[in-house]
């Protein structure tokens, strides 16, 4: 399963695709909850209570805007710079889940498709070079 789930990754069929595409479009919003309300909470918790969602490297501290008595801005408020990694990871997780559902759905058709080209009858086999040839003797017969 894992070999035909990395050749579905790699390849580019136009029905996979297809499929992909709707999955992202109406499953996308469903998986994205089901990692970051379900899945991530027990996962965070079990690290020690931690949210994934807030797991960050901070860059540059942001600083909100200073005023001075009469409300005038005296320093402008300055915006956190950071590198979101929890959210990198709820991403991966949420993609990994999608790609499994497609592999899933792709998988199911294909199998569908096989038995539908099992059970079309197969065309008769060629006739080999002898029955050719008995075929032609007989007609050079029939001729005499």
Avoid: C, H, W
């Avoid at 690290?47 to 005038?72: H, R």
């Avoid at 990871?89 to 998988?107: C, E, G, H, P, R």
Wanted: net charge negative; hydrophobic share 50%; aromatic share 8%.
């Amino acid at each position: 399963m894992l070999k035909e789930f990395k050749q579905f990754i790699t390849k580019g069929n136009v029905v996979e695709m297809a499929v992909g595409l709707i999955m992202a479009l109406y499953f996308g919003a469903i998986v994205k909850s089901f990692v970051d309300d379900i899945i991530m909470p027990p996962i965070g918790m079990l690290l020690g209570g931690v949210d994934f969602a807030d797991l960050k490297m901070i860059l540059q501290e942001g600083s909100p805007a200073v005023m001075d008595a009469s409300g005038a801005e005296v320093q402008a408020a300055i915006q956190e710079v950071a590198i979101n990694y929890g959210t990198f990871i709820n991403n991966i997780i949420t993609f990994i889940i999608v790609a499994l559902a497609i592999f899933m759905v792709v998988k199911a058709y294909n199998r569908m498709k096989r038995k539908e080209e099992e059970a079309a009858p197969a065309a008769p086999p060629a006739p080999s070079k002898e029955e050719q040839l008995l075929e032609e003797i007989r007609d050079l017969l029939k001729k005499n």
